[in-house]
């Protein structure tokens, strides 16, 4: 198309600078010689004088009509707007004009088309009158639907509310949206250019490298980081990363997950308190039906979750209180929105105990109860009953292992530990592989029976002195204290490795194998906080499971 254009100004200047005979000669040479241009020549009265072999074709798939010289061009034109259109800008090229315009010409059930139109007038020998006109057609059709296509994409992008940026193979940032530039307070010129060091004040080199590796494998990632302001402010965020362009760039759609992070503190600090009390608490909706009770709930009653949710939150009565007991507990409740009390209780055991309970009202946006919350405390046996609850609130209930409270202070105290004795010691982040399956095909009791089988088999690969915790679910933390060299760090993790992969024999005497995905870091290389410890290996285990499954990845 540049040659085109090149042959065009050189043409147009021989053209209104030789005789009118030369004109048309040359004119009708150049016709034919430009294969990617549709041209033609006009009278002063809109008759055809001249076209090229495109033209005609291109007139053809338009209009659907024949044409031939002396033939009057807005004679073919079927639409009244194109007919005026086309009628003045001729009239501008008559008048002696040399222009470029680009309009829309065509028919709407043929074909409808983008031109960008060279208008140039013909004078007379003496170049002091016009004759004619010449018309130089590109079809920019299909430029003008990307265009359009590109615009519309870029306004879609600019109003959805998360952050957009593409990454280029150099990891430089060649568009972003606008919610990305209001994010960090930088014009859209501003961010483009930028690389993940200029916005990421946490990400790494190598955490970088592993982005860009997962990329060109076209696969899809998903990562929290932070996000750094124009302004200096930090700010979390989560982070989608898609493959482009055959995994040569990454298009990373990112949200502002600092309000959710916030509410993700609380509930986990409220999930903390629900699941680690000492006093046992129950949820009713506003029927008393029990909606939740957590673990402390279960011990003091005798019931399980299972067992208590659904039921309404009397079928504990002792037969000790009476119908007016009962009565006056809810109307006071209904009436200043708590009760606190003594009341006597039957365990599912049958025995009858004592517990010291506080009902309160919760409501909702408008004010209204929509649900209760009762906190109760088995008053019966006092002091070994503490000991209890203390014991459920540092282990798990299941696996009878440390819980992700009691590890968080191991960590702690093993870090003390390894300054003063200058040794290293490993954090590792265990997941089963392959544990879901089982739990579906054979049922909780089975996954349950696994989970203490393969917590067992852990102890037994470690030390006295080392932890082996249940983090929940199927994730498992191990600490390894008072380490010598690295090598020795692997020997035990590989022991792991190795047991758990060892055939578990189901309840019909099936054979299931599971594995694990096991994430390492060490202290002191990684010189970091006792919770990002566990989250580094956590993330490596997440790498370990990405990367095949039963193994194991240090953290970098």
């Known amino acids: 198309m540049a040659k085109d254009k090149h042959i065009l100004q050189n043409d147009l200047h021989e053209i209104h600078s030789v005789s009118n005979t030369t004109n048309i000669n040359l004119l009708q040479t150049i016709l034919e010689s430009s294969p990617n241009i549709m041209i033609f020549a006009l009278d002063r009265e809109y008759k055809y004088i001249a076209f090229n072999h495109g033209h005609k074709e291109v007139m053809q798939t338009i209009w659907g009509k024949e044409i031939e010289l002396g033939l009057n061009m807005l004679e073919i034109i079927v639409r009244e707007d194109d007919i005026r259109k086309a009628k003045a800008l001729f009239d501008r090229a008559l008048r002696g004009e040399s222009f470029v315009d680009e309009t829309e010409y065509g028919d709407e059930v043929l074909s409808r088309k983008f031109w960008q139109t060279f208008y140039s007038p013909i004078y007379d020998d003496a170049h002091k009158k016009v004759i004619a006109l010449t018309c130089f057609n590109l079809d920019i059709s299909e430029r003008r639907n990307i265009e359009n296509q590109l615009q519309l994409a870029d306004l879609a992008l600019n109003m ?129 039906t029990i909606v939740e009770a957590n673990e402390a709930y279960s011990l003091i009653t005798g019931y399980s979750n299972d ?14 209180h009476d119908n007016a007991f009962y009565k006056n507990m809810w109307n006071e409740l209904i009436r200043n929105k708590y009760w606190i009390g003594e009341i006597w209780n039957r365990r599912k055991s049958g025995e009858i105990f004592v517990e010291r309970l506080t009902i309160s009202a919760i409501s909702d946006s408008e004010g209204k109860t929509s649900s209760y919350v009762g906190l109760l405390t088995d008053i019966t046996t006092g002091k070994d009953y503490e000991s209890t609850l203390e014991r459920m609130a540092f282990y798990d209930s299941l696996t009878g292992l440390p819980n992700r409270l009691l590890f968080a202070e191991r960590i702690n105290q093993a870090m003390m530990i390894s300054k003063r004795l200058n040794s290293m010691m490993a954090v590792c982040f265990l997941d089963l592989d392959e544990f879901k399956p089982v739990n579906d095909d054979f049922g909780h009791s089975v996954g349950d029976t696994l989970l203490v089988e393969m917590a067992s088999r852990m102890q037994k690969c470690v030390r006295e002195s080392d932890t082996v915790a249940r983090m929940g679910g199927d994730e498992f933390a191990i600490l390894l204290l008072n380490l010598n060299t690295v090598e020795e760090c692997e020997t035990t993790i590989t022991k792991i490795l190795d047991s758990i992969i060892e055939p578990f024999i189901v309840p019909n005497k099936e054979a299931v194998n599971v594995s694990a995905s096991i994430g390492v870091t060490l202290y002191p290389h990684d010189n970091a906080a006792s919770d990002t410890l566990l989250r580094h290996a956590d993330q490596a285990m997440y790498v370990a499971k990405e990367s095949g499954k039963n193994q194991y990845v240090f953290h970098n």
């Not at 150099?170 to 916005?199: H, R, W």
């Not at 040569?248 to 509930?267: A, M, S």
């Not at 067992?307 to 000790?320: I, M, Y």
């Open 307 to 320: 067992e208590v949710v659904g039921q309404n939150a009397g079928f504990l009565k002792s037969d000790k």
């Open 160 to 288: 959805i509310t998360d952050a957009v940026y593409l990454f280029n193979e150099k990891s430089e940032i060649i568009y972003v949206n606008q919610a990305a530039c209001d994010s960090l307070g930088y014009t859209k010129e501003e961010m483009i250019g930028k690389t993940p060091f200029d916005i990421d004040p946490v990400i790494t080199i190598n955490e970088l490298k592993n982005i860009r590796k997962t990329i060109r494998l076209k696969k899809v990632i998903h990562f929290e980081t932070k996000h750094k302001r124009h302004d200096g402010f930090v700010f979390d965020v989560e982070v989608t990363t898609y493959p482009y362009n055959d995994g040569q760039y990454g298009l990373h759609i990112v949200k502002n997950i600092t309000d959710r992070k916030k509410t993700e503190e609380k509930l986990k600090l409220l999930a903390s308190v629900f699941t680690s009390a000492k006093e046992g608490i129950v949820i009713t909706d506003t029927k008393g």
